[in-house]
């Protein structure tokens, strides 16, 4: 059983910075595709980005209201997932979630961490 753990969150301004960090027990190089969600208070779940490395090719998307901000990346050596967080806004806020899909004999699973909580607030 993998375990996802987040951690990096907290209280940020306006225009600031953060970088979470998804630690994973299992090799991040394994994973079909790793993702960061986030959910604000009252809303649905959002994806974030995902990025994919299984299948035929690799390629990360983020959402639209993130682009040109948000990076994501994986440390095959640390087996940690990352997503950097630049010019943050107040829409930002919402608790990040760190999801994994792993694929073996053609049978996907997944995997959930617990969170961390970003507020962007003066």
């Known amino acids: 059983q993998v375990q996802l753990v987040e951690s990096g969150g907290g209280l940020v301004q306006p225009g600031g910075s953060l970088r979470l960090s998804c630690a994973s027990s299992?090799?991040?190089?394994?994973?079909?595709?790793m993702s960061w969600y986030r959910q604000a208070p009252g809303k649905q779940r959002e994806l974030v980005a995902v990025?994919?490395?299984?299948?035929?090719?690799?390629?990360?998307t983020y959402t639209d209201s993130v682009k040109g901000r948000f990076t994501v990346s994986r440390d095959k050596t640390e087996n940690t997932f990352y997503l950097q967080m630049n010019s943050l806004e107040p829409d930002d806020t919402a608790v990040y979630l760190c999801n994994a899909v792993e694929i073996l004999n053609n049978f996907g699973t997944e995997y959930w961490g617990k969170g961390t909580l970003v507020t962007v607030s003066s």
């Open positions: 299992g090799q991040v190089s394994n994973f079909y595709s």
């Open positions: 990025d994919v490395t299984g299948g035929i090719r690799s390629y990360t």
